[in-house]
């Protein structure tokens, strides 16, 4: 019994020790990204936010939020550009749904209103900026990776980033402005 308890504790240790590294070294997992090599940054949900954004067309409908690591936050904040290496910006895109539920409560609250909600549904994909003024200098220094599902977006996919962030060159590439 005594070695039992001492093998659960000591397991439980282990995992808890890997549990408290794998953030801190700061790998990122999965299959990398083509042309770039860039793999999804581990942790980047819980990375804070630049703006949000809504995008309309055709048949699409998506809500948009982008989130930057602190590197990111702090130079968005300074108005810095060029961004130092080291910054990465993030993209979430959901598909957007009219929400019946918010819509129900809001017209009992503002009768006559007419107001309508709609919020992010299911994830369609994610983006990722990585700033290496070296590593990246043929692309303005930035890498550019696309993510659905955690799988990897193909070549072809990769060669249309950095051409269609050519106009935003003023402002180091990035649309996005800080949302105060
Ligand atoms: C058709 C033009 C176009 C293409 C192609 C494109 N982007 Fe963007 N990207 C934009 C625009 C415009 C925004 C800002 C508005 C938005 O997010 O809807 C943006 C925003 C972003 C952002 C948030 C930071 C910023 O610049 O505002 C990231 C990250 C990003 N794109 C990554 C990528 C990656 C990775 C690819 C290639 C797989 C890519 N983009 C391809 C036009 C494009």
Redo the contacts with the bound molecule.
Sequence with gaps: MKRIVFALVATGALASMIAYMAPASGQADGEAAPIYEIKIPSGYRDWRLISV?H?AGGNLKQM?A?LGNDVAIKAFREGKVPFPDGTI???LHWTEASSDENNKVLAIGFPGAGLQSSVAESPVNV???VKDSKKYAATGGWG???FKDGKP?TEA??K??F???EP?KDRD????RYAR
Excluded: E, K, S, W
Aim: hydrophobic residues 45%.
């Design positions: 954004n995008l948009r982008q910006i993030a993209a983006q990722f900026m550019f990776a696309d977006g996919l990769h249309t980033c051409p269609c962030h935003a590439y990035v649309f996005t």
